[in-house]
């Protein structure tokens, strides 16, 4: 078992960055792929980042791409989210996900344990 607590979203003019968090408890962080989903108000969850268990491979969104860059730190058990020149679209409650992954770490379904959510709010 292995659960999941996000932090470090908040409100920030389009153009500024944050960093998210992901702490996770359990013995088994290291082994999985984690990952990063959202929802906006009204839209379906998507797919935001990931990364495999040793951090050497990572997936992004096309629409996040270049200005998100997911990292994590097995150490602290720790997975994070860095996201620059936010814009209003990327306003949502971001989740972060993990598990061992058999197909692809872009679906949702593969992820057994998640977070709460915290929420990213960019103003324009």
């Known amino acids: 078992q292995v659960q999941l607590v996000e932090s470090g979203g908040g409100l920030v003019q389009a153009g500024g960055s944050l960093r998210l968090s992901c702490a996770a408890s359990?013995?088994?962080?290291?082994?999985?792929?984690m990952g990063w989903f959202r929802q906006a108000p009204g839209k379906e969850q998507e797919f935001v980042a990931a990364?495999?268990?040793?951090?050497?491979?990572?997936y992004y969104a096309d629409s996040v791409k270049g200005r998100f860059t997911i990292s994590r730190d097995n150490a602290k058990s720790t997975v994070y989210l860095r996201m620059n020149s936010l814009k209003p679209e990327d306003t949502a409650v971001y989740y972060c996900?993990?598990?061992?992954?058999?197909?692809?770490?872009?679906?949702?379904?593969?992820?057994?344990?998640w977070g709460q959510g915290t929420q990213v709010t960019v103003s324009s």
């Open positions: 990364i495999t268990w040793n951090g050497d491979n990572t």
């Open positions: 359990g013995r088994t962080f290291s082994s999985y792929t």
């Open positions: 996900a993990g598990n061992v992954i058999r197909y692809g770490p872009k679906d949702r379904y593969e992820y057994d344990y």
